[in-house]
Nanobody, 123 residues
């Protein structure tokens, strides 16, 4: 499966963005889709994931109540709605697919990755 992430940009603190991750090559019905982010000089960290078949979601504590992950089966696309953005949310955001259905927060369990989209939040 090929993943293409887009929707990043520059936004002021308190603002919002919606990231999209378009998948091609295979239907995502048996995947877990995740969003990760990586700030300069830091490790890539888990943000949120969703089980495609059930819509079940899981979030990192630092985004709970601000970010929402969702999917559109017709468009074969997963979204990350980011509200109340903070400067510390600034990072390169990646989408990823886990074909083994581990539903993990560990980046090493994800088999396919998109190219990343930059999110910059100014204070």
């Amino acid at each position: 499966v090929q993943l293409q992430a887009f929707g990043g940009g520059l936004v002021q603190a308190g603002g919002f963005l919606r990231l999209s991750c378009k998948a091609s090559g295979r239907p995502l019905s048996r995947y877990v889709m995740g969003w990760f982010r990586q700030a300069p000089g830091k490790e890539r960290e888990f943000v949120a994931n969703i089980r495609w078949s059930t819509g079940s979601t899981y979030y990192a504590d630092f985004v709970k109540g601000r970010f929402t992950i969702s999917r559109d089966s017709v468009q074969n696309t997963v979204y990350l709605q980011m509200n109340s953005l903070k400067p510390e949310d600034t990072a390169l955001y990646y989408c990823a697919a886990d074909q083994r259905f581990t539903w993990s927060t560990n980046k090493n369990e994800y088999d396919f990755w998109g190219q990343g989209t930059q999110v910059t939040v100014s204070s």
